[in-house]
């Protein structure tokens, strides 16, 4: 597999933006690159797919069978374009198991890691850190660092001399600079469609990457990797209907884009609307899908969409599946109370009360197992991730019965009425053997 994994000792050392600066530095010399992203991150995506003008896939060593990591990984880079994937939290951090680490994704894959060091507060410490990253596993390489926020150019040869005496190589050096910072809100990153100079400061951040980079080296490691069998046609999670309309903006913003791809290999014909425009789904849609997003910030303007409403309203009293997860459970639901603690009315086809105002983070893998006469039939994998709290559940079918990381019982999740269904989880596989 030819390939980098842009990792880091711990989380706020920068990968975000050297990935974004790598992505599009690598696009502007006509390097053909597949962005991914390490574990459950729906956020982060979005962000490389505009860096690098190609779609980003999930890649979660925690929730994700190999034999789709390995298949997904595959057809992603057809035309032997180099995966960049970009890891989460620190190198060795997992699971509450302890299991899914981004080093257990490049040990896969055979990517070599590139180590984003948060240079601002060391100098010759950085030698030792990079040395027990480097040494600690045998079947993770950690081929260079890139050294991000460095402050001067007497702080960068301390830390260069430091690294020539563990003979690690120094890939790239970034300026320490305030506008290669981010903005982010409750669940991470303000969402790449709402970053209103997002392309100034993907150039930007390429031109920082770009300054001291060694591309030739980059290249040539990011070409060592191991070759990896794939399995193309594996078993996959099944659609949720032969003509799927998915709704897609600000609001419901965090659909895997590894799953949609998934669906359109199993023939199913997949299409977007915008609840927030007021739009209807596709008049011949057999299924519904209500993805994940930012619905608390913008329960106003859906409490007020009448023809996304009616839309709803008619196809559950016609049979037709429709699906939430997450943000688009809470709009399934009755009401949705906002952070000022405000009601605003939703759909009102589960009995569901949500509320931000009464937050608290909900967080973590899960194991979910489908309930008789739910709309899925097998064991699998999913992530929990909110600040919302639910008020109140009427009477309904329970959808899932859930576990956490470590196999404790969560007890049951979600609700169901008739083909109308939502929980908090965000599937993202079967489950292999051992889930």
Known sequence: MSGLLIAAPSSGAGKTTVTLGLLRALRRRGIPVAPGKAGPDYIDPAFHAAASGTL???FDPWAMRPELISAN??????????????????????????????????????????????????SQSVAPLVA??????????????????????????MLRQALEAIRMPVIAVIRSDKALALPARHLGLVQAGEHASLEGFIEHAADAVSEECNFEFLLRIARQGLNRPSAANIDRLPPLGSRIAVARDIAFAFSYEHMLLGWRRRGAA????????????????????????????????LSQAPNFRAALVDAAARGIRIYGECGGYMVLGEGLIDAEGKRHEMLGLLPVVTSYAAHKRHLGYRHVMPLDGAIFKRAMTAHEFHYSTLISEGEGERLFQVRDALGTDLGPAGLRRGQVAGSYMHLIDLAGISA
């Open 56 to 58: 980003c896939l999930n």
């Open 73 to 122: 990984a595959t057809l992603h880079r057809s035309g032997d374009r180099i995966l960049v994937v970009e890891a989460m939290m620190g190198l060795f951090d997992g699971a509450a198991d302890g299991k899914g680490t981004a080093a257990d994704l490049a040990a896969q894959l055979g990517l070599s890691v590139v180590l984003v060091i948060d240079a601002s507060r060391m």
């Open 132 to 157: 027990g990253f480097a040494g600690f596993r045998a079947d993770v390489r950690v081929a260079g660092v890139i050294l991000n926020r460095v402050g001067s150019e007497r702080h960068e040869g």
């Open 270 to 301: 997949i299409s977007f609307f915008s609840p927030l425009a007021d739009e209807a789904p596709a008049a011949d849609a057999d299924a519904i899908y209500l993805p994940g997003g930012y619905p608390e910030l913008h329960a106003g303007t």
